[in-house]
Nanobody, 118 residues
């Protein structure tokens, strides 16, 4: 069974940085290893739908939401079966629960809370 476990959230002042990690276990068989999958990070704030923040495909190509472009960096370490989201120059509006998501199989992690104080 595939599991995605996020970590690294917390409370930070505006302008600060955090790096989220998404550790993926049970990722598949030798025919479908971790490095064949695309992943995304989503953010959810109260009263709003989850919004896509960043994505990375199996080749390492990345895309970002407009409001995080230039501040956030998504990356992956295929040797560690882990996806990262480095968040810099954080703003209060970045506050929310951040979820890791594997595109194939539509698998979600449990989320990690990020709170940015002004």
């Amino acid at each position: 069974q595939v599991q995605l476990v996020e970590s690294g959230g917390g409370l930070v002042e505006a302008g600060g940085s955090l790096t989220l990690s998404c550790a993926v276990s049970g990722t598949g068989t030798v025919f479908s290893p971790f490095n064949t999958f695309a992943f995304r990070w989503y953010r959810q704030t109260p009263g709003k739908q989850r919004e896509l923040v960043a994505s990375i495909n199996n080749l390492g190509a990345t895309n970002y939401a407009d409001d995080v472009t230039g501040r956030f960096i998504i990356s992956r370490d295929n040797a560690k079966n882990t996806v990262y989201l480095q968040m810099n120059s954080l703003k209060p509006e970045d506050t929310g629960v951040y979820f890791c998501y594997r595109v194939v199989g539509a698998i979600w992690g449990q989320g990690t809370q990020v709170t940015v104080s002004s």
